[in-house]
Every structure is written in C-alpha cells, then in structure tokens.
C-alpha cells in the first residue's frame, strides 16, 4: 500500500520516468567558489513540464568544509502550490569507500510524514553498492553502476561508446534485492542516467541532469525512494566528480 501524501500520489503514480535537472548557479558564483544550496527541478520527462522543485536545507559551514559527506534535509515540493512530495534526510557518515565496516551512507525518505523506505550504502570490494528498503526495512532493489568482470569493475561502456555517444554518461542500475546481480549481463529493472552537460549552457558550471527510469511494477512510494536515491548519488559522487 502506497503511504505517500496526496500530491506525491496525484503526480507520481503512473510516471514511468522523470528528469531531474539541477539549478544552474551561475558563472560568477562558480567562480567565486560559492557552495550554494543544491535545487532541482523535476520533469514528467524529459521536454516535460515541471512538477516539483527541491532546494537543500543544510548548513553553509558543512557545504564549504565538508561537502562531500555534509548532512542535509531536501523536501520535494509540488511546483506551484508548494505541498509536500516527499523529503529525504542525510545523516553525516564517512564517504563511500571500499571494505568499510562501519559509519556507511545512508539516507531516510518520508513522504506524508510517514516514513516510506530508505537508501543504505552495502559493503563492497571494488564497486559501490546501496540497497534500497521499505518503511519496515524489506529489501526492495540493490543498486549500482553496471560492472564487468564479474562485479570486479564498472563498465565503462554500458552505456555506450565512452568515446562517443556515450561519452560522460554515468548510471546507476537497480536490480530486484534477490537477484544475483554479479554478472554485467543481469538484467536490471530501472536506470539513474546521468547525462552528458551542454556545451552551451553548463561549460562553467557543476549542474547535472539525472534521467530516471522506474521499474514496471514500482510503488508511488518506491518511485518516491528512487528519485531520492538520485539526490543521494548526486551528492556522493557526481558534485564532488564535477567540482
């Protein structure tokens, strides 16, 4: 059963995907080294119209000091009338590393001010993992890069030729939690794409563009803890890679 408030329900229901697509800041702000909050705006899909948008709440000491690990609330509000989608909340741990034992990642997602799932960095070897669990801590989707070598190193080529149209694309795949998901051929069941920057628009700054592919049989609330995850490994990997 689908937790989530009435307006996460009314616009996320039947998404089969969305675009996420972060606020640019501005030249003279890059340049100024200014660590401003991280906003998004969402899309139905790509070319679509907005209906949500998310500014970070988090403290500037944090941004500057410690931006990579900082800790963070972002509320999802519906584009126009500000209610509630969903909000995520990202306690301060150690970075994403190999072989760790403890102090892992992790991120709450509520909507409706339940509680709906949340996103945990796994124990790993060579490629990051996150498992991704409902509000009563069942395992619903593993999540990570496409990899080869039997899980030993992320494919660079999954998404086609690195050196061509495939040239900075970034993704995190999402497998069902009791798939054996070792082989870079399993088959993955939905996509966090990052997408390459315009030339045009984004040269100077660090603003992303995350395309979502939902799985067929996901939740509102499932859809709710993916878009989330996307926010998560934008603040892990992708402002840190870009900076």
Same mark, same amino acid.
Request: glycine content about 8%; proline content about 5%.
């Given at each position: 059963?689908?937790?989530?408030?009435?307006?996460?329900?009314?616009?996320?229901?039947?998404?089969?995907?969305?675009?996420?697509?972060?606020?640019?800041?501005?030249?003279?702000?890059?340049?100024?080294?200014?660590?401003?909050?991280?906003?998004?705006?969402?899309?139905?899909?790509?070319?679509?119209?907005?209906?949500?948008?998310?500014?970070?709440?988090?403290?500037?000491?944090?941004?500057?000091?410690?931006?990579?690990?900082?800790?963070?609330?972002?509320?999802?509000?519906?584009?126009?009338?500000?209610?509630?989608?969903?909000?995520?909340?990202?306690?301060?741990?150690?970075?994403?590393?190999?072989?760790?034992?403890?102090?892992?990642?992790?991120?709450?997602?509520?909507?409706?001010?339940?509680?709906?799932?949340?996103?945990?960095?796994?124990?790993?070897?060579?490629?990051? !993992?996150?498992?991704?669990?409902?509000?009563?801590?069942?395992?619903?989707?593993?999540?990570?890069?496409?990899?080869?070598?039997?899980?030993?190193?992320?494919?660079?080529?999954?998404?086609?030729?690195?050196?061509?149209?495939?040239?900075?694309?970034?993704?995190?795949?999402?497998?069902?939690?009791?798939?054996?998901?070792?082989?870079?051929?399993?088959?993955?069941?939905?996509?966090?794409?990052?997408?390459?920057?315009?030339?045009?628009?984004?040269?100077?700054?660090?603003?992303?563009?995350?395309?979502?592919?939902?799985?067929?049989?996901?939740?509102?609330? !499932?859809?709710?803890?993916?878009?989330?995850?996307?926010?998560?490994?934008?603040?892990?990997?992708?402002?840190?890679?870009?900076?």
């Amino acid at each position: 059963m689908d937790r989530g408030s009435d307006s996460l329900k009314a616009h996320v229901s039947d998404m089969k995907t969305a675009q996420m697509r972060q606020t640019r800041r501005g030249c003279f702000q890059e340049a100024m080294g200014c660590e401003a909050k991280t906003e998004f705006k969402y899309y139905k899909e790509e070319g679509g119209d907005v209906f949500a948008t998310s500014l970070e709440d988090s403290d500037f000491f944090c941004r500057i000091c410690c931006s990579a690990i900082r800790p963070f609330t972002v509320t999802v509000k519906e584009s126009g009338t500000e209610a509630e989608l969903f909000s995520v909340d990202r306690p301060l741990a150690c970075g994403p590393a190999f072989c760790k034992c403890c102090c892992y990642q992790t991120m709450d997602v509520k909507s409706g001010g339940q509680s709906i799932g949340k996103i945990e960095e796994q124990y790993a070897y060579c490629v990051p !993992q996150f498992l991704i669990s409902d509000e009563k801590d069942k395992p619903i989707y593993k999540m990570h890069s496409p990899t080869c070598l039997g899980g030993m190193c992320v494919n660079c080529c999954a998404e086609g030729n690195p050196c061509g149209k495939g040239c900075c694309k970034v993704s995190f795949r999402l497998y069902p939690a009791d798939q054996d998901d070792t082989d870079g051929d399993a088959p993955f069941v939905g996509v966090l794409l990052k997408k390459p920057k315009s030339a045009l628009t984004e040269v100077f700054t660090d603003a992303v563009t995350l395309d979502v592919t939902f799985p067929e049989d996901a939740t509102t609330d !499932q859809k709710a803890i993916i878009m989330g995850a996307g926010l998560f490994m934008n603040a892990l990997f992708f402002e840190n890679d870009d900076q």
